[in-house]
T-cell receptor
């Protein structure tokens, strides 16, 4: 069966360190993968999208890698700050057009302690 | 733009009652999605529309759930009759068509409690 796993329900990191979140999937061949941030009581907010032919994507302190052989994406936040504390969701596309839907992982709750 | 607008923000109802959730997508967006989020099941896609037409409703849990999009600026998700297990946060999201622009914009959600 198809499955998306985000390792670690919760991750606690010291401020200033790099936080690394993992997203593994099975029985999917996504054309792209997205990462979202969700704060308590709010809807998810889009952060980054990486396509199957891209190995790495960066945006400010964020970096995403995508390994279609390992079926894994890593999400890094460098120089982490307490304001980065939130739940982070990975989402995989199902289908090969802009009409495709995305399936979300269960999320990883990240806490950055001062 | 005000972003995706959902109403009500909170809804408390008794089992057996009809519940209607409302969504106004971002102007110009061609796709509209309805999701449900619970602690146990995470964020689940219920149904999505393209140009007001339902494309995939395979996530709708059962016949008690129905969704409509009468025009490009309004959609409803209806539960009739509601049950306690429907308690969740329901999100609406929209996006533009086009391969280069695939991010979804989520509304603030409606927290539904069925007693």
């Amino acid at each position: 069966s198809q499955k998306i796993e985000q390792n670690s329900e919760a991750l606690n990191i010291q401020e200033g360190k790099t936080a690394t979140l993992t997203c593994n999937y099975t029985n999917y061949s996504p054309a792209y993968l997205q990462w979202y941030r969700q704060d308590p009581g709010r809807g998810p907010v889009f952060l980054l999208l990486i396509r199957e032919n891209e190995k790495e994507k960066r945006k400010e302190r964020l970096k995403v890698t995508f390994d279609t052989t390992l079926k894994q994406s890593l999400f890094h936040i460098t120089a982490s700050q307490p304001a980065d504390s939130a739940t982070y969701l990975c989402a995989l596309s199902v289908g090969y057009s802009s009409a495709s839907k995305i399936i979300f992982g269960s999320g990883t709750r990240l806490s950055i302690r001062p | 733009d005000a972003g995706v607008i959902q109403s009500p923000r909170h809804e408390v109802t008794e089992m057996g009652q009809e519940v209607t959730l409302r969504c106004k997508p971002i102007s110009g967006h061609d796709y509209l999605f309805w999701y449900r989020q619970t602690m146990m099941r995470g964020l689940e896609l219920l149904i999505y529309f393209n140009n007001n037409v339902p494309i995939d409703d395979s996530g709708m849990p059962e016949d008690r759930f129905s969704a409509k999009m009468p025009n490009a600026s309004f959609s409803t998700l209806k539960i009739q009759p509601s049950e306690p297990r429907d308690s969740a946060v329901y999100f609406c999201a929209s996006k533009e068509q086009g391969l280069a622009v695939d991010e979804q914009y989520f509304g603030p959600g409606t927290r539904l409690t069925v007693t």
